[in-house]
């Protein structure tokens, strides 16, 4: 039987950020040390030559503990983030749920911001259109769609954003502990969902502290350790070896 097709190959992806390596606590301060070419900076190395593949249809998990470089890694292949180093190739389409609403504008209705927040994650004005009712009803936002986004609670505006992200069957959904918002009808309403796409064939990369959650649905995962591969393969394995450590 042939091999399924990869819908995702990160290759040897590193990342580093620039930062001071002294706080500054305004802008006055830094303006003046930036003319004076006072400032110190440091490099972070947030991900280190890291390297893995999601074949067609797999659900596949990224654990490791705060720091470690999961959703910068998301961002990355995301296209966020462009790495410092390494290549990230994607074939098809992607649906992030990594920042729900992220480019809303709070001073326009939450009507409008689906046009918004739809054009940012690359839909047409035509197919946002055609989506819109079917937005507005799985998000339960009826009442509240010609509203300020100001006044929106968080748990309204993720499920905005969550029903615009998901309003297409892509083919790789990027899962950040995103379903950790909202009430439980409709965090069951949101993994229903998921599970939806999953079945059609959807590949998913899912980071999530619940390791439970991640055994449940993955079969592999790989395990990041301060931006560095430490293990990647079978999930009971790799979630046995992950224990011992964090015990």
Not at 70 to 91: A, D, M
């Amino acid at each position: 039987m042939q091999e399924p097709k990869c819908t995702l190959e990160v290759r040897n992806v590193s990342m580093e950020f620039r930062i001071t390596s002294e706080k500054i606590t305004s802008l006055k301060e830094m303006f003046i040390k930036q003319l004076k070419r006072q400032i110190e900076y440091k490099t972070l190395r947030a991900l280190d030559n890291v390297s893995f593949e999601v074949k067609k249809g797999e659900v596949f998990g990224i654990i490791g503990l705060n720091g470690a470089g999961k959703s910068t890694l998301l961002k990355i292949v995301s296209g966020i983030l462009k790495p410092t180093s390494g290549e990230v190739i994607c074939r098809g389409t992607i649906a992030p749920l990594i920042e729900l609403g992220a480019g809303f504008n709070g001073q326009l209705s939450g009507l409008e911001n689906i046009y918004l927040n739809g054009l940012l994650l690359g839909f047409s004005k035509k197919f946002i259109h055609e989506k819109l009712d079917e937005i507005i009803a799985f998000s339960e936002l009826e009442e509240f769609i010609h509203m300020p986004l100001k006044n929106y609670s968080s748990g309204m505006k993720a499920r905005l954003g969550f029903s615009i992200a998901t309003c297409v069957q892509p083919d790789l959904l990027i899962v950040d502990e995103v379903l950790a918002v909202g009430d439980i009808k409709f965090r069951e309403k949101c993994e229903n969902r998921i599970q939806s796409m999953i079945d059609s064939g959807t590949s998913v990369l899912l980071v999530s502290h619940s390791l439970s959650q991640i055994k449940k649905l993955c079969k592999r995962v790989l395990w990041l350790d301060r931006g560095k591969v430490k293990a990647i393969g079978e999930t009971e394995r790799i979630i046995k070896e992950y224990h011992k450590t964090t015990k």
